[in-house]
């Protein structure tokens, strides 16, 4: 047995041709938050998707909470909660029947739903607005509400697409606290993002361009290491130096 | 654990509710629209030919001829107007749609009825609608021939026949055509319903969220079924019940089966539109689909217009595909015969078996990837 959350061992992807995951090998501890990061098109989203059980590896090894994700994807699914770039809440439901819905699907009794969406709502202040359709809600309410949804069941690994992108800075800046507590609470959480400064709020970050990681360390080490002053700055030289590398390489489609 | 399967399959039916409840706009038009083409279907599918335009050139001007047009105008078939024009005008007479046939009566009829064994009258009948030229060449016999025999009490033929028309006694074509509509409309608007109901959460990008919890295909295909099963029985009883009540169709049999059976018909339109939904990637995709495998087999496979026994043998075997020819079966036997269950036991297990594969080979394909 392993005390890892994500393990991950050369696992790969393909698309016909076009690669768009390769051999990446991880280790994510348990309370760990881990950010992945990358240019659009690196490969992060492919990734989740596979440690969700979404896709299909084509090679290598990987388990998610001690689970492997070939033989034991169902297992998998009750100790994960999922958010996808979309914010996938049906917006012509209101907040209360998405809560319900989503609650449902994890198999929750009534009165469990009941309670964690009272809960929720008012975490979010969104007791008032529980009538709303979702479409009406601003969308970091929306990402809110989302997120919320993802852990109706309490996994204790939680994948986080993309979560902020498109959201306001101040709502970004909320979004991250609410992670940090969950993690406080032994959650682990695996979190892709292209904002360069939401690094800095990862214990780790591995950073990804075309399908492989480049570089995985703690942010003060890397900016130690590339001997930088922000995250902003390490990602540029480290995928200047990668380009430098890699100029034979193909671009993907 | 038992019970977090029916708490999965609850939420998607109370889901699939809401979402159509929070749609008053769209319910209402999938609630008019069947109404809309029952009655509009229902009234101009009428092969009954009545007032009849016939036009009577009457050369004779005699008792005689006077009484052979009084039978025309006897007969509710007919609407008779006396020609006195010249005969080169009859040809306009068709065109003008003045009048679909023409009687010519010689101006010698008295004598030739009096000197020869026949007496020739001529009919021009407008061909153009072949079915409508046949129905008033065998009215205009038939008053012939009733003028013949009250005219000459010698004549002895070798038979007479006599038939009894059963169940439709004044061989109404709306007691006929409405329950086709009803078969049709109904399967029509089933499929459509649910499948875009998966295509449309595959677009949205909702799925995703939901294959990454721990629901089962049989979840998701059951609880979603669900409600539009109580959609569908709404809609089905409100179609019956125009179709009775406007066109006056009588009632046999037991209003409790028919409406269990139509239950089971809606079924198994619905479990088509999710077989549909779990295939097809986009809701256009899926809603041409329904349309291609539910409107045209329908209406040609099922015998609801073309009996299916002149069908060509090939066409035979595939209308045992079609669940509107079992549903015909069961809805024309229960209201025009009063047909009871144990008539109806073999279509009505027809119908349950298709429900069942369908939803079975629905959950079979249901992927629970994002793989293409």
């Known amino acids: 047995m392993d005390t890892y959350a ?3 061992e050369k696992l790969s992807r393909h698309f016909g041709d076009f690669v768009a995951v390769d051999g990446v090998t991880l280790r994510v501890s348990t309370g760990e938050v881990f950010g992945f990061l990358g240019p659009n098109g690196a490969g992060k989203t492919t990734l989740i998707r596979m440690l969700c059980g979404l896709l299909k590896p084509t090679s290598g090894r990987a388990t998610v909470g001690g689970y492997d ?7 998998i699914k009750q100790h994960i909660g999922y958010m996808s770039q979309r914010f996938s809440l049906y917006g012509d439901l209101t907040v209360q029947e998405n809560i319900d819905f989503y609650g449902g699907i994890y198999g929750l009794s009534r009165e469990r739903v009941q309670r964690k969406r009272e809960e929720l709502l008012s975490t979010l202040h969104l007791g008032r607005y529980r009538n709303l359709l979702t479409r009406d809600l601003p969308l970091g309410f929306k990402q809110r509400l989302a997120l919320g949804c993802a852990m109706l069941h309490e996994p204790p690994i939680l994948f986080l697409d993309e979560p902020t992108s498109g959201v306001d800075p101040a709502a970004r800046r909320a979004f991250w606290e609410v992670i940090h507590a969950t993690a406080r609470q032994g959650t682990t959480i695996f979190v892709t993002t292209h904002f360069m400064e939401e690094a800095e709020y990862c214990h780790r970050v591995a950073i990804m361009n075309f399908g492989k990681v480049v570089a995985l360390d703690s942010p003060g080490s890397l900016k130690t290491r590339y001997q930088k002053s922000t995250m902003q700055e390490v990602f540029v030289a480290i995928l200047q ?3 430098a590398n890699s100029e034979f390489r193909e671009e993907p489609a | 654990m038992r019970s977090s399967h029916l708490f999965m399959i609850l939420a998607f039916a109370r889901k699939e509710l809401f979402h159509i409840l929070h749609d008053p706009r769209t319910l209402a038009i999938i609630f008019i629209m069947p109404v809309m083409q029952l009655i509009m279907f229902g009234y101009a599918l009428n092969m009954e030919i009545q007032n009849v335009d016939i036009a009577v050139v009457d050369m004779s001007h005699s008792p005689l ?9 006897g007969s509710r078939f007919f609407t008779v107007r006396e020609y006195t024009g010249e005969l080169s005008g009859l040809d306009a007479l068709f065109k003008k749609r003045q009048a679909r046939v023409v009687l010519l009566i010689p101006a010698d009829l008295d004598v030739q009825f009096r000197h020869q064994p026949f007496v020739p009258l001529q009919f021009l009948i407008d061909a153009s609608d072949a079915n409508a030229a046949t129905l008033i060449r065998n009215y205009c016999n038939q008053v012939v021939m009733n003028f013949n025999q009250s005219h000459n009490r010698q004549l002895r033929l070798p038979f007479r026949v ?6 439709n006694p004044d061989m109404k074509s709306t007691y006929f055509f409405v329950p086709g509509l009803i078969a049709l409309l109904l399967i029509m608007l089933s499929a459509l319903l649910t499948s875009i109901s998966i295509t449309r959460e595959k677009e949205t990008g909702t799925l995703e969220q939901i294959l990454v919890s721990p629901v089962r295909p049989a979840h998701i295909v059951l609880g979603k079924v669900l409600p539009y099963v109580v959609m569908g029985i709404l809609i089905g009883s409100l179609i019956l019940l125009i179709g009775f009540v406007l066109f006056q169709i009588p009632f046999r049999g037991s209003m409790v089966l028919l409406f269990l059976l139509t239950l089971l018909y809606i079924l198994t339109a619905l479990s088509m539109g999710i077989l549909i939904s779990t295939v097809a990637q986009t809701q256009q995709v899926a809603m041409m689909i329904a349309q291609m495998a539910t409107m045209l087999p329908t209406l040609f496979l099922s015998g609801f217009i073309f009996p299916i026994s002149s069908m060509p043998v090939v066409l035979q075997y595939l209308s045992y595909l079609v669940p509107a020819r079992y549903y015909l079966l069961i809805v024309r036997g229960i209201i025009l ?8 036991l073999f279509p009505a297990l027809v119908l349950a078996g298709m429900s069942v594969l ?6 079979r394909k249901f992927r629970m990837t994002l793989e293409g």
């Open chain 1, 6 to 8: 994500v393990l991950t």
């Open chain 1, 69 to 75: 994700v070939y033989r034991e994807s169902e297992r």
């Open chain 1, 241 to 243: 130096q990668e380009g």
């Open chain 2, 65 to 73: 001829s006077r009484e052979i047009v009084r039978e025309f105008r």
């Open chain 2, 162 to 167: 006599s038939s009894n028309i059963l169940f």
């Open chain 2, 337 to 344: 015969k009063g047909s009871a269950l144990h008539h109806l």
């Open chain 2, 358 to 363: 369908l939803l079975l080979i629905s959950v």
